[in-house]
């Protein structure tokens, strides 16, 4: 049996809000990533997805429970989790002022890359991603699908084993989305641990092995697409996502309602 490469349990973090008191954005969830697995983690604007991703690199630290990466626990070990770990988002900045070859090296190196083997891993990388017309031009020059191609080079630059996409095609064309898929199945098939976030469920259902939905900071159900679709009756993921989202709500809305007769009932007052 394959160790999970990543493994979260119990793991919350709360805000606090002066006009809503106590925010539970991740409220208790558990999952884990093994080695060549691509786990979906899909979820709607503010159900948690993204606060999950943050804690996993460190960005942010829990509330509670716990989550290890690599066998690194994110709050004893962040400079270890940071050096299995290679983050990619739509919004990640790359430096203007570095060529391309430059912000490969520099990821290289503060990463702990061998500091004997950098050059060559980076000249490798520039023709794996054939981005070396443009590896000597800065990188605030570039179009946006040559910073696209050098972000995902400097995500895996020094090799990690464990790699997270957050919505990685946002305002990408076609193509260049094609072309980030092709990547993800390749990466998996290195052997990596992938924890990959999407609004696209056509994307989803192409590429992960398995899929949480997570709503409200919590995970509603989890499994492989098959899974999924025996346990809602539905075929596509997306029908499963609102099927599952739908339930979810409405059960709380029950909730809220009993609770609410239960307070107001005089037949439970002394």
């Known amino acids: 049996m394959v160790s999970a490469s990543v493994e979260i349990r119990e793991l919350r973090k709360t805000f606090w809000d002066e006009s809503r008191g106590e925010v539970r954005a991740v409220d208790g969830i558990d999952f884990d990533c093994q080695s060549g697995e691509v786990f979906g983690l899909l979820g709607a604007n503010g159900a948690g997805k993204t606060t999950t991703l943050r804690m996993l690199a460190t960005i942010l630290k829990p509330t509670g429970g716990s989550a290890s990466l690599n066998g690194y626990d994110v709050i004893a070990a962040p400079e270890d989790v940071r050096r299995s770990l290679g983050f990619y988002s739509a919004s990640t900045a790359l430096y203007p002022r570095l060529t391309g070859r430059e912000t490969l090296e520099f990821f290289a190196r503060i990463n702990g890359y061998p500091a004997n083997q950098v050059n060559r891993r980076v000249e490798a990388l520039i023709d794996r991603f054939s981005i070396g017309e443009y590896a000597g031009a800065r990188v605030g020059k570039l179009s946006s699908g040559m910073k696209q191609k050098i972000s995902i080079a400097r995500t895996i630059v020094h090799d990690p084993p464990i790699l997270i996409f957050d919505e990685p095609t946002v305002g990408l064309d076609v193509m260049a989305a094609l072309e980030m898929q092709s990547v993800i199945r390749e990466l998996r098939d290195e052997g990596k641990a992938i924890i990959f ?67 107001g009932d005089p037949g439970t007052s002394l």
Do not use: N, P, W
């Open 197 to 263: 976030s999407t609004h696209i469920m056509s994307e989803a259902e192409k590429l992960c092995d398995r899929i949480g939905i997570i709503h409200q900071g919590q995970i509603l159900a989890l499994g492989t697409l098959e899974e999924h679709r025996q346990a809602t009756g539905k075929h596509y993921l997306e029908d499963v996502f609102v099927h599952e989202v739908m339930q979810a709500e409405d059960q709380s809305a029950k909730a809220t309602a009993s609770s609410s007769v239960s307070a």
